[in-house]
């Protein structure tokens, strides 16, 4: 009553109209504290009634294995001796003596080519060849009575010569026309006809010497004081992938290649049952130094960042129940891998409980279940299914 009576003898006429307007804004401003102080009282009973719920995860106990350091490469064999045969002289092909795929030694003959005129040719020059000696012989005989010069002697010993060197030019130009095994080897797939006019240097068959067999690869210049020749290797190829094959290293190159910084090494393989064949390709392993004593852990349990690799190891929860358990993330060091697994140098002890699956929805302390599925077997050496 007094603040009306105020606002009337001041505002006269105006007085009712403002105290209204005045009990409006209060209204406003009071709700909208209210309304704050309601909103912030629900949230912090909602953050408080929300419970960090358990995840489900997968683990491992860490634990030590013997891992003895291995250079790993891919490489290609070639054959110790290798050639595509051609001849040296074109013509048409008259007889083949071989078939494809066939076993033959050194110097078998393999082809030739028609050389009827070089073999009449080849009898003109023999029979000079032998006139020529005739000459020779008979003034040689005169000489001795002073019948003829020795000039004329001369000139016939040089006739007699040049007719030879004729001869053996002929019978070299009928050799280029007979193919030989240059050694011995297994043949490839015919690439000539009976009848068929070739020219010089015509691809005829290819041969390939096949045991023992060679095996190029190239290892990084680091890899230099790992490897000696004689150092046993094992190797093995997609077309027989439950076989290894095993050799020795025979040569390292005496040079390191300026662009890509390897080194080229060759090993030669035993291949008695001709498995392996030229040009296959083939993954190497090198084993060197001596076994070392490491804690493994399978690679699914690594948490791999740019930022450094971690994993999430098992613990009892901050509240000290027996059941309650908890993730803590660590950050690891890693070494060498072998199939499946992973050397962890620093990082996880011996014993230790690492999660294997379902670290995505983990954070540090989040509640954890343990699951009972059986896990897949980690594989130092895993292989393709096949289908």
Sequence with gaps: MVARTLLQDRFGPMAKPMAIMLAIVALVFGGLYGFNVFRGVMIKGFLASMANPPQTVSVTTAGYQEWRPKLTAVGTFRAVNGADLSLEASGIVEKIHFQSGQQVEAGQLLLELRKDTD?????????????????????????????????????DQ?????????????????AQKTLRAP???????????LGQYIGAGTN?????????????????QQALNGIEVGQSIDAGVDAFPNKKFTGKIVAINSKVDQASRNVQVRASLANADLELKPGMFAQIDIVTGKPERLVT?????IVYAPFGNSVFLVQKAADGKAAGLS??????RLGATRGDEVAVLEGVTEGATVVT??????RNGSPLNISDTQQPPVDPNPKPVDQ
């Design 327 to 332: 993730a803590h993330q660590t950050f690891v």
């Design 183 to 193: 050694f011995a080897g297994r043949l490839g797939i015919r690439a000539v006809d």
């Design 297 to 301: 852990l399978p690679q699914t349990a």
């Design 119 to 155: 073999l009449a040719k080849l009898a003109s020059q023999k029979a000079a060849a032998e006139l020529a000696g005739i000459n020779l012989r008979r003034d040689q005989a005169q000489l001795k009575i002073h019948a003829a010069s020795q000039a004329t002697v001369d000139t």
């Design 357 to 362: 699956a379902g670290q995505v929805k983990l």
């Design 204 to 220: 005829i068959v290819t041969l390939q010497a096949l045991d023992p067999i060679y095996l190029d690869f190239t290892l990084p």
């Design 158 to 174: 040089a006739n007699l010569k040049s007719a030879e060197a004729d001869v053996a030019q002929q019978e070299a130009v009928i």
